[in-house]
């Protein structure tokens, strides 16, 4: 599915410098794979994140892929993508009319509006900051701690800077338990007459 978004680093305050995303960028696509990718492929280093996602892009992203989820426990891939794989591919393959090399597909906060992106997502040092680029130009934070199995709201309204995350956790099947043994009586002693 075509939908643009951007990944970023913040800077100055409020501002952003990113990358952009061509494909499937709303939220219950792009944010299970970076809230797996942060806990697990970079262990918590959102730096190193950010220099893979954003700063060693030379054009831009085509689609984020299941290669993020490296290092994650079968368990947690399977849930969040089932038996499907696709690798993360660049747009470094792209042929300009002229035959030029294509340009860095740059999104910050003073040119996102020329870009006809619908969603952004900007890495801070506490989690993601989703912005529905449609409705604002700040969104709500969603933690680094969050489950990546959570479900993830792909309204644009939803996604305000003024309210909590639309984020719902997920379901899980409670533990199963060992069945409760019931105490036995002994049986009472049988006395075997005497012939």
Not at 37 to 59: G, I, N
Not at 88 to 104: E, I, K, Q
Not at 125 to 144: A, F, H, K, Q, T
Not at 164 to 186: D, E, G, L
């Amino acid at each position: 599915m075509s939908t643009r978004s951007f990944i970023a680093r913040p800077v100055n305050g409020t501002g952003y410098s990113g990358i952009q995303v061509q494909l499937d960028g709303q939220p219950s696509h792009h944010l299970p794979l970076l809230l797996t990718a942060y806990q697990y492929r970079w262990a918590r280093s959102v730096e190193a994140m950010t220099r893979h996602l954003v700063d060693d892009v030379t054009v831009g992203w085509d689609e984020l892929g299941t290669d993020l989820l490296d290092g994650a426990p079968p368990a947690l891939v399977s849930s969040l993508v089932g038996d499907e794989r696709w690798p993360s591919r660049t747009l470094d393959h792209l042929v300009t009319p002229d035959g030029s090399p294509p340009v860095r597909m740059s999104v910050t906060d003073a040119t996102v509006e020329d870009q006809d992106m619908q969603w952004g997502y900007v890495l801070h040092g506490s989690g993601i900051e989703v912005i529905s680029l449609m409705n604002e130009d700040l969104g709500p934070m969603v933690r680094w701690s969050t489950d990546p199995r959570s479900a993830f709201s792909d309204d644009p309204a939803a996604w305000s800077s003024l309210a909590a995350a639309p984020v719902r956790a997920p379901r899980t099947a409670p533990a199963p338990h060992a069945p409760t043994a019931v105490p036995r009586s002994p049986a009472p002693a049988r006395t075997v007459p005497h012939r």
